[in-house]
């Protein structure tokens, strides 16, 4: 532990459905064990079977003071687990925000709940910047960023890793779900219909957390379609591609599936907004969200310039490497010692 404390720390996880952020917590909670700490994940769900978990796990029908375990640190993780973390807590407590729940599309009828509950006084571990600057003008939060954790499969093979260009039938990928419209993913397929209109020969890759969708097939139906699959797979078929389409809207609160391109040594096209431009602004090439017509034409010019594709590669693997589990794990480590100190 190099002279840091152990803590116990116990996660509120509301469920344990295969999505990036319930893996990035999971994750997290691995890698603090890994380094000593007591760290326990306490879910509503079952015990994922897509993610082999090292922390301890408990599933429970209600977070109460009796189904949470003492800890030194109890860790909301989603707006709905906030109060429960407060109320359950035996001691100091924090929120870990991927997101602002509040600004979602899908859950207008909860907008005024989650706003009060993001009005509780608890300190945030945040994986963003502008995600703390606004918690910090609109709530009066303070916050600390934890940086993502990146696995070690997500680094591509020496022989995929010296690439040289695109392949000569491209490969594109559009990840995430269809349903949550903030994603982006009409833009992405409307984007590929247009490059595929103009006569450019491609193949589509989606990798989704539901199966597909007659809304999504009516725009464009991919080539290849994945979904539920376990993160070491995903790591897998990224790698096989020669671009990621990010269109996500300003609701981002990071874009993980960005850095894992990055990692995978897959060049981006993203949108203009703030999650991406906090971190992906030296290796990916902005559009304005919701406009495929400028995300097909930064498409278009990357993959026709094989200086320009190597370039924004050799960019993304510099990014990812300020990303490593180690990293990771001690910044996780510090915002644990900034909590329990009091803020």
């Known amino acids: 532990m190099s002279g840091r404390r152990r803590f116990s720390v116990c996660y509120l996880l509301e469920d344990t459905v295969l999505f990036g952020g319930v893996k990035v917590i999971l994750r997290q909670a691995d890698l603090l064990t890994d380094r000593g700490h007591d760290v326990t994940i306490v879910s509503r769900g079952p015990h994922p079977d897509w993610y082999d978990l090292q922390a301890r796990f408990r599933q429970v029908d209600a977070f109460t003071r009796e189904t949470v375990p003492p800890s030194d640190i109890t ?16 001691r ?15 859950n ?17 571990l945040v994986v963003s910047n502008h995600l703390g600057t606004i918690l910090s003008n609109r709530f ?15 680094k591509p093979g020496l022989r995929r890793r010296m690439a040289r260009r695109p392949a000569s039938v491209p490969r594109i990928l559009v990840t995430g779900p269809w349903e949550g419209d903030w994603k982006g993913v009409r833009t992405a397929l409307e984007a590929i219909g247009q490059l595929r209109a103009s006569g450019l020969m491609l193949e589509v890759v989606r990798v989704s957390q539901y199966e597909l969708g007659d809304a999504e097939a009516g725009v464009l139906k991919a080539d290849e379609y994945h979904h539920h699959i376990k993160p070491e797979e995903v790591a897998s ?19 993980l599936p960005v850095l894992e391109a990055f990692a995978a040594g897959v060049p981006v096209v993203a949108s203009d907004i703030d999650a991406f431009r906090e971190f992906a602004v030296d290796a990916a090439r ?29 960019a993304g693997f510099r990014i990812a490497e300020r990303y490593t589990e180690e990293r990771a794990t001690q910044s996780a480590e510090e915002a644990l010692e900034w909590v329990v100190s009091g803020v």
Do not use: N
């Not at 860790?75 to 035996?90: K, R």
């Not at 100091?92 to 899908?106: D, K, M, R, S």
């Open 92 to 106: 100091a407590v924090a929120h870990y925000c991927q997101g602002l729940e509040f600004t979602y599309t899908h």
């Open 75 to 90: 860790i909301a993780t989603y707006w709905t687990t906030i109060g429960p973390a407060v109320a359950a807590a035996h």
């Open 237 to 255: 078929l990224v790698q096989g591609c020669d671009l990621l389409l990010a269109p996500s809207w300003e609701q981002e609160g990071f874009g």
């Open 140 to 154: 009066d939060r303070p916050s600390k960023v934890v940086l993502q954790p990146l696995e070690a499969f997500w």
């Open 286 to 314: 902005f559009a304005p969200a919701q406009d495929p017509s400028a995300f097909a034409s930064a498409a278009r010019h990357i993959l026709a310039d094989p200086a320009l594709w190597r370039q924004m590669r050799q």
């Open 108 to 124: 207008a009828h909860d907008h005024a709940a989650i706003e009060d509950a993001y009005h509780a006084p608890v300190p945030a």
